[in-house]
């Protein structure tokens, strides 16, 4: 079985950076794609950043691109999202997910693994 763990989530000032972090244990698993996704209050989950595991190639929503940067960790299939010049409207709930098949990683229903989720709340 495969879980998905975030952790780093909290509250931040307007302006002010958090970190958070996605660490994926169980059976041997590997990824062809993890990626980030945010869910707010009476929103749709959506589309925050991606890396591929294989070449390494990162993709971003226009809305955090220049902000956010995931990168993979040291750690053996461990990635993170590094937020930066926050805003109130990153408040959120934030999603660690996985798949190890190619597709559209854009999608959250191409993803076959999902974290718990860590709260995001950005004060203005």
């Known amino acids: 079985q495969v879980q998905l763990v975030e952790s780093g989530g909290g509250l931040v000032q307007a302006g002010g950076s958090l970190r958070l972090s996605c660490a994926v244990s169980g059976r041997t698993f590997s990824p062809y794609v993890m990626g980030w996704f945010r869910q707010a209050p009476g929103k749709e989950r959506e589309f925050v950043a991606a890396i591929l595991w294989s070449s390494g190639s990162r993709y971003y929503a226009d809305s955090v691109k220049g902000r956010f940067t995931v990168f993979r960790g040291n750690a053996k299939n461990t990635i993170y999202l590094q937020m930066n010049s926050l805003k109130p409207e990153d408040t959120a709930v934030y999603y660690c997910?996985?798949?190890?098949?190619?597709?559209?990683?854009?999608?959250?229903?191409?993803?076959?693994?999902w974290g718990q989720g860590t709260q995001v709340t950005v004060s203005s």
């Open positions: 997910a996985a798949d190890n098949l190619s597709g559209n990683y854009y999608y959250p229903s191409e993803y076959d693994y």
